[in-house]
């Protein structure tokens, strides 16, 4: 049988997956079926495969490069009973993995411990993306994880100065405190895949006419950091920026030919530094968009197809809603139910018939032609094979391995 072979990004084989790939072939027959006199009018009785989990949108840091400042400011939570409702509901559909993250920092969730245990009781795959401050406060928890699951401590910078610049810790948090503290995650749990998250800051960068603190030309010394505090991976993405007039993610706005060549060299010059530094000792990975910008494709990864597929395989549960992409975490058009829209089968089913005319209603192509989407390929490749007529048989199916979208 195939294995996936990119483990990261490689969503369409994700999609291929033994225990996933039933719910595509439905998928595909339901979008085909569209216009015809008898089409059924909802999706197949599945629930996302992967979702994002804000738990909270509070955050102990204030990074000015924050695409989600907006929902930070409410500084909401889930309450724990609901969150459970919500994967009990959701694991009864297909729910196959867990990525803590986004719009605040989970740590800051009072039962985030018993949250992540509860994730691991049920089967499921668990990711954390935390800034590592408090990491100590799912010590607990860490035995639990398994070889497929992770824990991604955002850290951008791999000096003192660059760290206080582009987070603003409060309570004097530093970069050495983050760095031992997922060393001792590592040491309770080696089995969990420990990762340097870096978000590519170039020279000349502003953000809302504020100025950032470059960090690219840090890149190769986190790689040193990492393989010293025993990090598996570092993993390498360029700095998005929210839109003040769209609200959308966006990914090198309103910069020319001339300029975006002086970015890509930068990075690569220090990319490659960087990975002459892991010498084989640490995983190097780069995002989707990323490897776009520098191959020169940033303005492709940018023209979607009218429907956005992907929305039917993951969705971001937050306490502002949910919505079916991250990139447009808070926006009313991505919004597909309130927060507790899976919290049990009736609500289920209410979202999945929004979901439903979502998918049919929201212009992906027009909507998103300003995000370098992480989708992009797999949304393509989905469009493409519904729009070939070939049998949903012929998907080769993958085996059973990664299921984080």
């Not at 989905?382 to 984080?404: A, C, K, Q, T, W």
């Amino acid at each position: 049988m195939e294995k996936i072979k990119a483990r990261e990004h490689d969503f369409s084989s994700k999609l291929r997956q033994k225990s996933v790939i039933k719910r595509l072939r439905q998928y595909i027959s339901w979008q085909r079926s569209q216009g015809a006199p008898t089409a059924p009018q909802g999706l197949p009785d599945f629930g996302p495969i992967s979702i994002n989990l804000d738990l909270t949108s509070a955050c102990n840091f204030s990074c000015p490069h924050c695409v989600d400042s907006t929902i930070i400011g409410t500084k909401r939570a889930i309450p724990v009973e609901e969150i459970k409702k919500t994967l009990r509901s959701l694991h009864s559909k297909g729910l196959l993995s867990v990525i803590l993250l986004g719009g605040g920092e989970p740590t800051l969730h009072r039962e985030v411990e018993d949250i992540a245990r509860y994730v691991k009781r049920m089967g499921l795959q668990l990711g954390i993306v935390t800034n590592g401050a408090r990491l100590d406060r799912i010590a607990g928890a860490l035995p639990l994880l398994q070889e497929k699951d992770w824990v991604r401590i955002s850290i951008d910078a791999a000096s003192e100065g660059t760290f206080k610049a582009l987070h603003q810790p409060r309570g004097g948090v530093t970069l050495k405190q983050i760095l031992k503290k997922a060393n001792r995650a590592k040491e309770i749990n080696p089995a969990v895949s420990l990762g340097y998250s870096f978000v590519i800051v170039w020279s000349g960068m502003d953000i809302g006419g504020k100025r950032l603190t470059p960090n690219v030309e840090e890149m190769a010394d986190a790689v040193t950091l990492g393989k010293e505090y025993g990090f598996d991976y570092i993993s390498f993405k360029p700095c998005l920026i929210r839109l003040e007039e769209s609200q959308r993610e966006s990914l090198l706005d309103h910069v020319d030919r001339d300029k975006e060549k002086k970015i890509v060299g930068e990075i690569q010059r220090n990319i490659a530094m960087a990975r002459s530094r892991a010498n084989g000792e640490i995983r190097i990975l780069e995002s989707v968009n990323l490897t776009a910008l520098l191959s020169g494709e940033a303005t492709r990864i940018k023209r979607q197809p009218r429907r956005c597929h992907m929305q039917f395989f993951r969705t971001v549960v937050s306490p502002v809603g949910i919505f079916h992409c991250p990139a447009f975490r808070g926006i009313d058009k991505a919004k597909i139910a309130e927060r507790d829209g899976y919290a049990g089968n009736r609500e289920f089913e209410k979202s999945l018939k929004r979901a439903a005319d979502s998918i049919l209603t929201f212009n992906a192509e027009e909507e998103c032609q300003e995000v370098g989407c992480f989708y992009h390929q797999t949304n393509w490749w989905l469009e493409n094979f519904i729009r070939s007529g070939r049998d949903v048989g012929d998907l080769p199916m993958v085996g059973d391995d990664n299921f984080f979208l």
